[in-house]
């Protein structure tokens, strides 16, 4: 029987790399080998031991990988596309179990059993859980799509968490031709979000502390960037906004910086009427409280819009629009550094480091 490899945390910040026998592939599920799989910034809050749920796990969500045995019964992707062994795919990383709660009232991003085959344990079949690993299982009703050929892996690899999240998150803010939008935070959301509002016809402002991210958030077409070393305090930084957008205020913030003050900045910065998107900001615990008027948000009748994952076909939208834009703008400049499984703990901590911006694995090099 052929093995196959997979990067598991077995302590804070920890990994091992653990081989194990592929596992038989039961009717509806698909076991891919991975081609490429970004190291995500929630990688590294798992690997921390900060997730309130994933501790020993096998790591990776974010990834483009290949047919490599289809389970009974799979002839095509969840578009209905004709699928066959060595076709690329891209699978939500998630599952969506269509019968808990969340699942009945079609909010399929909040299904209770999301996690129920998301980095397990290594130990525990199908042991191929997470996408930093040589193989995939692709769970009975986890959707999974095929990706155009047009589309590079380096391009398709973060299709699944980033891209799909911030087109899902502009949605449903409802951001329409010819309005402004603040994004908080450069980082690959960030930057996946200037290409995303730009093709939605908005005006794009990119608030960052980092010169080179603000640099890359120019290349994606950002029409104003805000360096938060030059505009230090949030009357600044406000006031710059408000000058931006015609003395009005932006009529969509989209928060992807994962720092908690960014909402005391945003709710300050939206218009009467704006939206305000929460993605960045996961942590609940109490250091992660800022203090906010809830006054401001009754007086401009703002929309706080929070976004966990996505609705599963977000994600063929996201490798439609891909198909469509990814040659009008760098996304293949978003991954810096290519790792092998083996050299996993290293980017980890390369990656925490900041040494690296955003690493991609390549398990089967
Ligand atoms: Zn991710
Ligand atoms: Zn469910």
Known sequence: MSK?????LVGPKKVEIKEFNLPEVQPGAVLLKVRRSNLCGSELHIWRWHHPVIKHAVLGHEMIGEIFELGEGVTTDYAGNPVSVGDKVVPAYYLTCLKCRSCLRGDFNLCQNAYAFWSQ????????????????????????????DSVPDAVAAGANCGL??????LDLAELRNGESVVIQGAGGLGLYAVAVAKEKGAKVIVIDKVKERLEQAKAFGADYVIDLNEFTTLESRSREVQKLTEGDGADVVLEVAGVPEALIDGVHMIRPGGRYISIGNVNVSKEFEVPVAPGLITRKCAKIIGVVRYNPWYLYRALKFLERNHARYPFDKLTD???GLEEVPEALQKA???????AAIVPNK
């Open 4 to 8: 196959g490899k997979v990067a598991a």
């Open 164 to 169: 799909s999240q911030v087109i899902c998150g």
């Open 337 to 339: 550094k290519e790792y």
């Open 121 to 148: 344990p290594p130990e525990k079949p199908p042991h191929f859980t997470g996408t930093f690993a040589t193989h995939y299982y692709v769970q009975p009703n986890q959707y999974f799509y095929k990706v155009p």
């Open 352 to 358: 925490e480091n900041r040494v690296v911006t955003r």
